[in-house]
């Protein structure tokens, strides 16, 4: 390895690693009005949602790697479906306190095109993870992002990106971001993220 290289390679781990800990475990803005930098066209943010026009919509980055089970998944494979992405993590309380919720909506709306996808972060003990989908029966898969480089780098500047754990994003289904909430959520305000997106056309 060349001299100049490995001061590079250390400011970029310092630099993951310095974002990862910028993401507020378990917390963040209270209301979910913080912003993902520059013009994100919010339409509406009440109760802590943010949602984006139809027309406004931004596509994510590249989203895809292995799974707590090992599996390769990428999220461009579900285009044509609407997509929920949750940040989680074992650690987190909020994380559990909504995990209920997610998991009979995933269940209830399975069969009318809605993928729920995982983002498990902060877990380096992966087993606690996997405990953790045992425990609450998720049916879902969750990626398995331990140093949060899928969620700082898979959603474009100046879009509603996740900032908080738990987060969730959710995605029509050309793959653009359409809803965010920074906060735990219950059964209703997650499916007000939702219907509204398997109602366009």
């Known amino acids: 390895m060349s001299l100049d290289r490995a001061p590079r390679r250390t400011l970029l781990a310092v630099g993951v690693l310095t974002a990862a800990l910028a993401l507020s475990a378990c917390g963040g803005d209270s209301n979910g009005k913080s912003g993902g ?4 066209n919010f339409v509406t943010d009440t109760g802590g949602i943010s949602t984006v026009a139809k027309g406004k919509r931004t596509a994510t980055e590249k989203i895809a790697g292995k799974t707590l089970e090992g599996e390769q998944l990428d999220i461009a494979d579900l285009k044509g479906k609407v997509v929920v992405l949750n940040v989680w993590g074992s650690w987190c309380g909020p994380c559990r306190a909504e995990a209920p919720h997610f998991v009979k909506v995933a269940a209830d709306l399975k069969d009318r095109g809605v993928e729920f996808v995982g ?4 877990d380096f003990n992966k087993q606690q993870a996997l405990t953790f989908e045992e425990d609450y029966g998720v049916p879902y898969p969750s990626l398995y992002d331990p140093n949060g480089k899928l969620i700082l780098f898979g959603f474009p500047k100046g879009t509603l990106n996740p900032q908080a ?7 029509d289904k050309e793959g653009r ?7 735990a959520l219950d059964e209703k305000k997650l499916r007000s993220m939702i219907e509204p997106l398997l109602a366009e056309k």
């Open 165 to 171: 754990i738990p987060s969730t994003v959710v995605l």
């Open 37 to 40: 930098g520059g013009n994100t």
């Open 177 to 183: 971001i359409a809803a965010r909430a920074l906060m």
């Open 119 to 122: 983002l498990n972060t902060r």
